[in-house]
């Protein structure tokens, strides 16, 4: 519903001329007699119009340092919002940029400003922590935002305290996983980031977007701050076409494998929280079970190198595909037979909403958000962190009672991500907040 100020031209062609209206979906129905009245009437409605759009328009200002999982959920807010009801302008940090939010760059500035910080990294740096701080708090002052929303844990201390000295109507903040939840880092450091997440919650905090129940019941259990400001909203992807599993094959250069091969796949970064090592090893162990088994990891990463080795030194090349990153990975997993994911931490990961969607079953760690996606003897099966003989006997459980009992057929297994994570679901749930 608009508002017009008494005395607005609006105002007074309103009280002069009786147009009734009725707007679906932005078509409006004007009722008037006469010529000369239907060319008013239309004049006085594209005013209203304008007026109500300059009036309800938002602006939001995000800010994020981290990618993967927190930069393709910014991607897709800023690609899918409602923006005749938003102005959206992105800050973000350049020092991580992947190669799934480099590529998405040109799609999100036909929607929104985008302006790189160099500085904002994810290692505390005093030099360019303050310098990223005073871009933000500049930047916040020029734009003035209506809405504030942080993405990372890094971006949440430098664009949260960004707002003193300035009116911020609503500030969010998406952790995407809690620093302190990250065993790289020692203790006092992470008990550090605790009573950081509880000060900047307490003071510069509207609501918090948890991305799976466990990331929520975390915080609340380190006491951050009252439940109420807490909101769970699932990480959600859009609905599209897949390739067979066939052409999955092909495109992947693995059309010469036997046809009763049996594909374990990954698409994930080869890094310290993905825990790309005990894949590695679950592989050995099930292809000296069975041969048939081929293991499959699309991606790349800091530890490429070290299951590399570890591929080579147990002779399993042939077995094991290290196939590097690609930009179509989240397509491939058509390939799959069982998806395998031996993350050491998560907030609600992604590569598995999207094996979901392929109707491919999950193998993963019993870690927050993981043990969200993955429903037991519906769509997959979980094991407990490092443990690679339940890893491996989970994986074969999964491969016989698809063999045996027709158990995770591909409809089954979709259905579960159609109820929770689509990218309208996700999307809905942050633009409410938004807007209430």
Known sequence: MSHHKKGSPTATLRTHLKVNTKTYLGESIIRVTGDAETTLACKILETIQGESMTE??????????????????????????????FDVTVAYGTGRLDDYYRKALPEMENHATLIPIPELIRDISAPNDIKAWLRVHALIKQIKPDILHCHSSKAGVIGRSAVIGSHVAKIFYTPHAYAFQAREFSKPKRLLFVM?????????????????????????????????????????IPDI?????????????LSGLPQDAIIVGSTVRLAAQKDPMTFARIA???????????????????????VARFVEDNDLGGNVHLL?????AERVVTAFDVYL????????????????RAGVPIV??????????VR??????????GNVEDGARQVERVIAERSCNGRFSPDAVRNTYLDKFTSARMLGGVQQSYLD
């Open 341 to 356: 994911l031996t993350s050491l931490y998560e907030g609600l990961p992604y590569s598995l909403v999207e094996s979901l």
């Open 284 to 306: 050995k162990m099930v292809v000296e079970r069975d041969p048939r088994a081929h293991f499959v990891c699309v991606g790349d990463g800091d530890l490429q190198d070290d």
């Open 241 to 253: 076409a897949l390739p067979s599993r066939e052409e999955a094959l092909q495109s992947l250069g």
């Open 364 to 373: 993963a760690t019993n870690v927050t958000g993981s043990n969200e996606v």
């Open 324 to 328: 590097g990153y690609r930009d179509d």
């Open 376 to 385: 037991p003897d519906v769509n997959g099966y979980l094991f407990e962190v």
């Open 196 to 236: 950081l997440e509880r000060i900047f919650s307490h003071l510069f905090t509207t609501c918090t977007f948890n991305v799976s129940t466990g990331e929520r019941d975390i915080a609340l259990q380190y006491g951050i701050d009252d439940p109420n400001k807490f909101k769970v909203v699932y990480n959600g």
């Open 56 to 85: 309800a328009k938002k602006k939001l200002l995000i800010v994020q340092e981290a990618m993967g999982g927190c930069g393709r959920n910014v991607v897709d807010i800023v690609t899918g919002i409602d923006h005749s009801r």
